[in-house]
């Protein structure tokens, strides 16, 4: 029935909508578009569906080891910093049954599920790579400084073409940093921010070890 009004849509989208539509395009993409290709060049429709349910199955079992190596070896820091008792001591712990630094991984539970609530995925990956490239900066840089400092060091690998290589990955791990910090100044700074806050917590528990020592 007509009111004699006319009705306008709100042409806006709100998270859960967009996010609605993302999904259901990449679902429905995967789901009615793909298999049809592959039923066409298959020519059999369920040597189509038993290759997508491969194809699924090794994506599934690709992205778990590759979740199960990021999560032991990001474990393994804050587990070995704690033997030298430079962290937090819960983070020492030993699962008594599968032998895994269950400290530490509860531990980089715990931060990386505060941080999931602070932004979006996009936020949080510049953010990560904003902290990360800065730590491989400076792993480059104190190789370089080893090299003039302890020159008796045994090497077994040689760097090709040095200095030239590390200067240039120093430049562009640089060049990196400064364009994620100019894309997100404010949460950039935040991370740098808990980066520096790291040293406080370094020199008390320096401090700690030097007096038992």
Known sequence: MSTGKNLELVRGLGKWSSAAIVVGTMVGTGIFLKPAEMAADAGSLSLALAAWVVGGALSLFGALGTLNASILSGARVPYAMARDGLFFRATEEIHPRFRTPGGAILFEFVVSSL??????????????????????????????????????????????????????????????????????PVRSSIGLVLIFSGLIFYRHWQGKIRVQT
């Open 115 to 184: 941080f999931a609530l602070t932004g979006t995925f996009e936020e949080l990956t510049s953010l990560f790579l904003f902290a990360t490239w800065i730590f491989y900066a400076l792993a480059v840089a104190a190789m370089m400084r080893m090299r003039r400092t302890e020159p008796e060091l045994v090497r077994p690998y040689r760097c090709w073409c040095y200095p030239w290589v590390p200067v240039a990955f120093l430049a562009g791990a640089t060049a990196l940093t400064v364009t994620l910090w100019l894309a997100r």
